[in-house]
């Protein structure tokens, strides 16, 4: 493709530029802008890659992009996938953006938040995400009324559809035929192919190699034969596919004549996961890193990052401590956008730790997945400065020469670790000062968006419900969740006071319709009632088994409502399922 007037501006007008600025450098990078592709995969650890020592698995794509780019060797993320994704395209701590876990109502972005897509947009950039968003399933906090123009993937932290499977497309189910990670790369192949005019901001966001771990079995038996378990050798497999498709892209970039005018970014949005309760001996290869995802040790948060701008920046390792948080500001630094949230960012542009010496800052996290909603600074709470990290308060490590944190320190260096200490405190009540913990009720009502699926996990069940969903590897087999997780259905609707209860907040007033998407509800017609704020009302309509059950119209008024399902006489259906509650503004 010949490169357009807009990108040949791109290529001849970047200009780097050092000013002395007290103790370090700032760097100025002339006339904008550049088109950018932001890959981040699921689950992958920091151990998965040939380039970081890896002894079952050859990756050389990925490793292209670290060893012919800028590798940050000490990149955090946050334990899990939606914060880590909340800070990455806000430059921001989860909690200040109002996510802190991946579901149940804890991983929806605060809408008002200025995202890197806002950003881009209104600096004339064609946006588009494919793949996992996970950060709301619910108007305003979903892609498209968040800065991206275009959106082909699934709102939800998961999908349990690897083959041929169901995505959305721009607010339209579309079926796709095929693997899922193929199908992701051929969809945002042809959206930074098709930008002829404009510059392009592609998201890329990938669920391998999360569960369920689906993948054709070509590439996960070799790693059986060599000895590896089933589970290892599926989230290998995984990977190897990952890394094709990546190979492709880099391919069809420089086919394109798109390799020099792109920044291409790789990074995973936490530590791999082999297991609950695990030991750390029978956990897979991670680089002798601690632990896995959902800790805040670094095999948990401590992940691989990858630059690749040809041209622009240098092949070189980056020591300094960085983490998701400085992505936002190092974009908007090197193609000079203007960002209008600048104050609010708690990261920093890398560009000087690219192309100079670079201030140390410190790194935070907390995360407690049995905390979730706690104001107690622990457990869960570490800091990083330079070489030294501080947990919870009561240990201390050096990782410069102990990046496995086996040494607790805390004793031996106790006015360290207090110093430390004494920052995160800080930070934390910084936190609790300004930001609520408390989860937000699900906003219905808009006009742009009439339609809302009230979702089981964001509801509270009573009595004998239960939440249902696919478990185990590939999604083999049926299981439970006491609270649900994205996905699950709900089942039992046996006795009298069995209910489920979601929290809404009318944004306008309006009269709704009520319907039910599950499976055989005609059997509990008479036994079932529609409660909001205490009032009830019975089903106006049922079809058959596999039909929905709606009913009569509700006004309701601008504010906070609860809407429950309930079972109002003892019965034995055993059968009826409840995937959502559709809500409709008339």
């Known amino acids: 493709m010949k490169p357009s007037a807009c990108h040949t501006r791109i290529i001849t007008s970047l200009i780097v530029a050092f000013f002395t600025m007290g103790t370090g450098f700032r760097i100025i990078l002339a006339n904008t802008p550049v088109n950018v592709l932001?890959?981040?995969?699921?689950?992958?650890?920091?151990?998965?890659?040939?380039?970081?020592?890896?002894?079952?698995?050859?990756?050389?794509?990925?490793?292209?992009?670290?060893?012919?780019?800028?590798?940050?060797?000490?990149?955090?993320?946050?334990?899990?996938?939606?914060?880590?994704?909340?800070?990455?395209?806000?430059g921001k701590y989860h909690q200040r953006v109002g996510v802190q876990s991946v579901t149940n109502g804890y991983e929806v972005l605060n809408p008002e938040e200025v995202t890197l897509a806002e950003l881009l947009s209104s600096n004339n950039y064609q946006t588009a995400i494919f793949?996992?968003?996970?950060?709301?399933?619910?108007?305003?906090?979903?892609?498209?009324?968040?800065?991206?123009?275009?959106?082909?993937?699934?709102?939800?932290?998961?999908?349990d559809e690897y083959f041929d499977p169901q995505l959305e497309v721009n607010h339209k189910s579309r079926k796709f035929t095929g693997f899922i990670t193929d199908i992701l790369t051929n969809q945002a192949i042809e959206f930074m192919t098709a930008r002829q005019n404009d510059p392009f901001f592609c998201y890329l966001a990938y669920n391998a190699p999360h569960t369920p771990l689906q993948v054709d079995s070509s590439y996960f038996l070799p790693f059986i034969k060599n000895g590896l378990d089933e589970c290892t050798a599926r989230v290998y497999g995984l990977i190897r596919n990952l890394d094709?498709?990546?190979?492709?892209?880099?391919?069809?970039?420089?086919?394109?004549?798109?390799?020099?005018?792109?920044?291409v970014i790789f990074m995973s949005d936490n530590g791999p996961i082999s297991g609950w309760k695990i030991p750390q001996d029978e956990m897979r290869f991670n680089a002798g890193l601690r632990d896995q995802k959902f800790t805040v040790y670094d095999g948990g948060i401590r992940t691989v990052c990858f630059w690749y701008a040809p041209g622009y920046l240098p092949q070189k390792e980056v020591a300094k401590v960085s983490a998701h948080i400085d992505v936002l500001p190092t974009i908007v630094?090197?193609?000079?956008?203007?960002?209008?949230d600048a104050s609010g960012r708690d990261g920093h542009s890398l560009l000087p730790a690219i192309f100079g010496e670079a201030t140390e800052h410190y790194f935070f996290q907390k995360f407690?997945?049995?905390?979730?909603?706690?104001?107690?600074?622990?457990?869960?709470?570490?800091?990083?400065?330079?070489?030294?990290?501080?947990?919870?308060?009561?240990?201390?490590?050096?990782l410069g020469v102990d990046p496995g944190e086996k040494n607790n320190l805390y004793l031996k260096f106790p006015a360290k670790a207090a110093k430390l200490e004494d920052a995160y405190i800080d930070w934390w009540s910084s936190i609790l000062n300004s930001y609520s913990l408390e989860k937000k009720p699900i906003s219905i009502g808009?006009?742009?968006?009439?339609?809302?699926?009230?979702?089981?996990?964001?509801?509270?069940?009573?009595?004998?419900?239960?939440?249902?969903?696919?478990?185990?590897?590939?999604?083999?087999?049926?299981?439970?969740?006491?609270?649900?997780?994205?996905?699950?259905?709900?089942?039992?609707?046996?006795?009298?006071?069995?209910?489920?209860?979601?929290?809404?907040?009318?944004?306008?007033?309006?009269?709704?319709?009520?319907?039910?998407?599950?499976?055989?509800?005609?059997?509990?017609?008479?036994?079932l009632q529609l409660v909001i704020d205490g009032a009830r009302y019975p089903i106006s309509h049922s079809g058959g088994e596999e039909d929905s059950t709606v009913f009569n119209p509700v006004f309701l008024s601008k504010g906070l409502h609860h809407i429950s399902l309930e079972i109002i006489t003892d019965g034995d259906s055993g059968r009826s399922v409840l995937e959502a509650l559709l809500v409709r503004r008339l």
């Open 38 to 90: 932001l890959i981040l995969v699921d689950d992958l650890g920091y151990g998965d890659l040939s380039i970081t020592g890896n002894p079952y698995l050859k990756t050389p794509n990925i490793d292209f992009l670290a060893k012919h780019g800028v590798s940050f060797k000490n990149f955090y993320v946050s334990p899990v996938c939606a914060p880590t994704r909340a800070s990455l395209l806000t």
């Open 446 to 527: 808009y006009k742009v968006a009439p339609e809302t699926l009230l979702q089981p996990h964001h509801a509270t069940a009573f009595g004998t419900l239960r939440f249902e969903g696919k478990r185990g590897l590939t999604g083999e087999r049926l299981g439970y969740h006491p609270s649900g997780v994205d996905g699950d259905w709900v089942v039992g609707w046996e006795q009298k006071g069995d209910r489920l209860t979601w929290e809404v907040e009318v944004v306008d007033e309006s009269s709704f319709l009520f319907e039910i998407i599950g499976k055989n509800w005609l059997l509990r017609k008479k036994d």
């Open 333 to 340: 630094d090197m193609l000079q956008v203007e960002d209008r």
């Open 244 to 263: 094709e498709n990546i190979g492709r892209i880099l391919k069809v970039l420089k086919e394109q004549d798109l390799e020099k005018e792109t920044l």
């Open 368 to 398: 407690g997945l049995n905390s979730l909603g706690d104001s107690a600074a622990f457990p869960g709470g570490i800091v990083r400065d330079g070489d030294w990290k501080m947990v919870d308060g009561v240990e201390l490590y050096d």
């Open 131 to 159: 793949g996992k968003w996970h950060l709301g399933e619910y108007y305003p906090s979903v892609p498209l009324a968040q800065g991206f123009d275009y959106f082909c993937g699934f709102r939800t932290g998961h999908t």
